[in-house]
C-alpha cells in the first residue's frame, strides 16, 4: 500500500509539474498558413541556393515580401515559429507537409522538364533532316549560296581605299 501510494504521488508531480516552454503568442499564426509561409520562404532559400545572384540582383528583402502576402508581421512570424518549434512532434508535422508539397512539386516541374527536352529534341531532329542552303527554283536549278562578309574586314577595306585615293590625290 505505502508503495502504491509513493506510485501515484510520483505520478502526480511528474503530470502536475509539466509546463509549456513557450507560452500561446496572442496573435499566433494558424497553422495551416505558418505552412504556407514556410513553404514559399523555403523555395526562395531553394532559389538563392541554386542561383544566388537571381535573388542578390533583386533590391527587395524576399522574406519581407513574403510576410506581406499573407499580412503577417516578422515579429508575429518569430513568435508563432519559436511556440510551434516548442512542439517537436507539430513542427515535425509542419516540415512533413512542406516536403510533401516540395516533392509534389518538383514531380510537375521534371515532366515540364521532360516535355521541353522531347520538344526539343524532335525541332533537332526535324532541323537536321532539311537541306540547309537556298531553295531551289521553280526550273530546279538551285541558285549559289553567297558567303557571309565580315564587317570588319570591309570597313578596313574602304578605309584602306580611301586612304590609297588620299595619296594618289596629293
Do not use: H, W
Amino acid at each position: 500500500m505505502k508503495n502504491f501510494v509513493l506510485i501515484i504521488l510520483v505520478l502526480f508531480l511528474s503530470v502536475s509539474c509539466k509546463k509549456d516552454l513557450v507560452k500561446e503568442p496572442k496573435r499566433l499564426i494558424e497553422k495551416e498558413k505558418m505552412i504556407d509561409i514556410m513553404y514559399d520562404l523555403s523555395i526562395l532559400e531553394a532559389i538563392k541556393y541554386q542561383n544566388p545572384l537571381s535573388v542578390d540582383s533583386i533590391d527587395t528583402n524576399q522574406k519581407k515580401f513574403v510576410l506581406q502576402k499573407y499580412k503577417v508581421d516578422s515579429l508575429q512570424f518569430a513568435q508563432s515559429n519559436i511556440y510551434y518549434a516548442s512542439d517537436y512532434d507539430t513542427y515535425k508535422d509542419m516540415f512533413d507537409e512542406i516536403a510533401k508539397r516540395l516533392e509534389k512539386n518538383q514531380k510537375k516541374a521534371d515532366s515540364l522538364v521532360k516535355i521541353e527536352e522531347k520538344k526539343a529534341a524532335k525541332e533537332k531532329k526535324k532541323n537536321k533532316n532539311k537541306v540547309s542552303g537556298p531553295a531551289p527554283k521553280a526550273d530546279g536549278t538551285v541558285p549559289p549560296t553567297v558567303k557571309k562578309a565580315n564587317v570588319d574586314s570591309i570597313r578596313k577595306t574602304i578605309q584602306a581605299r580611301r586612304r590609297m585615293q588620299q595619296v594618289q590625290n596629293k
